[in-house]
T-cell receptor, first 117, second 115 residues
Framework: GAVVSQHPSWVICKSGTSVKIECRSL??????MFWYRQFPKQSLMLMAT?????????EQGVEKDKFLINHASLTLSTLTVTSAHPEDSSFYIC?????????????FGPGTRLTVT | AQKITQTQPGMFVQEKEAVTLDCTYD???????LFWYKQPSSGEMIFLIY??????QNATEGRYSLNFQKARKSANLVISASQLGDSAMYFC????????????FGTGTSLTVIP
């Protein structure tokens, strides 16, 4: 099956600093990548959708200036949490859509646990 | 309205028994896909099974089968011969053809397999 990696798997940072999370599709090309946020014991909430070479589309309520998304290639998307605050502590999961053919499966990365102190 | 509803926050099943996890969905699209994912405590989302709205037969993948009842808009996951490693959160999800990118997740069901 398709493999999606995320780096780092966990990160602790101080309030006010920025953190970058990488999402890579290892063995396939992903035209579209998705970023989700998951609070403990809750479901995944879509934050934004990014297509290679174009600006990300953010869901309502997600601050685009705070959560910067770059999708520079068909295998790499990054999420930068700028000026992080404790309320940004969460589990961030990326997902990549397989490029060709229906049902356009989405494969998920292992997630990144961010803790802001 | 919720696109995906999972009414069972927690379920218990005896090892080697079968268990059904409920999922109902809401859509006016004719073309859509239904997915089940498993999320163990490590956090990784593991794809289990897919059912397309036009598929006439219920999807099966090993010990997983999807009981698709289109008229009732339900897509229950059946796990046969439960194993201790099946203990995890299970999420039902839907993607509609019209909305393309949007992947709607349910609130999840926590399954615990008892030895």
């Amino acid at each position: 099956g398709a493999v999606v990696s995320q780096h780092p798997s966990w990160v602790i940072c101080k309030s006010g600093t920025s953190v970058k999370i990488e999402c890579r599709s290892l063995d396939f090309q992903a035209t579209t990548m998705f970023w989700y946020r998951q609070f403990p014991k809750q479901s995944l909430m879509l934050m934004a959708t990014s297509n290679e070479g174009s600006k990300a589309t953010y869901e309502q309520g997600v601050e685009k200036d705070k959560f910067l998304i770059n999708h520079a290639s068909l295998t790499l998307s990054t999420l930068t949490v700028t000026s992080a605050h404790p309320e940004d502590s969460s589990f961030y999961i990326c997902s990549a859509r397989v490029r060709t053919g229906p049902p356009y499966e989405q494969y998920f990365g292992p997630g990144t646990r961010l803790t802001v102190t | 309205a919720q696109k995906i509803t999972q009414t069972q926050p927690g379920m218990f099943v005896q090892e080697k028994e079968a268990v059904t996890l409920d999922c109902t969905y809401d859509t006016s699209d004719q073309s859509y896909g239904l997915f089940w994912y498993k999320q163990p405590s490590s956090g990784e989302m593991i794809f289990l099974i897919y059912q397309g709205s036009y598929d006439e037969q219920n999807a099966t993948e090993g010990r997983y089968s999807l009981n698709f009842q289109k008229a009732r808009k339900s897509a229950n996951l059946v796990i046969s011969a439960s194993q201790l490693g099946d203990s995890a959160m299970y999420f039902c999800a839907m993607r509609e053809a019209n909305t393309g990118n949007q992947f709607y997740f349910g609130t999840g069901t926590s399954l615990t397999v008892i030895p």
